[in-house]
């Protein structure tokens, strides 16, 4: 099974395909690192392994890099980050841990 984790409703673009159209919530109500692992860790048990982190743009996200490292340590086989690739430059460390 699949999971998709929506980290941030923040782009720097406008484009067409991007997830957070429609979303007008508040940063408040997006969930804090515990509650993700928490999160992760609970998917993992019931039977997911393959994992999607986006938003908006996941890179913008300091979520990100800790998320991708602790779904590793709990044993996710498949790590995938969908971005526009604008900050694939300044963090080639980001998709090279996914």
Not at 55 to 82: C, N, V, W
């Amino acid at each position: 099974m699949k999971l998709r984790v929506i980290l941030n409703q923040d782009c720097q673009l406008n484009c067409v395909y991007c997830y957070k159209e429609g979303i007008f919530s508040s940063k408040n109500s997006l969930l804090s690192l515990n509650d993700l692992k928490y999160a992760l860790k609970t998917a993992f048990k019931i039977g997911f392994r393959e994992i999607k982190f986006t938003g908006g743009e996941p890179m913008l996200s300091p979520l990100l890099i800790p998320l991708i490292d602790y779904a590793k340590k709990i044993g996710y086989k498949e790590i995938r980050i969908t971005t526009n690739g604008i900050l694939l430059g300044r963090y080639p460390h980001a998709y090279k841990k996914a």
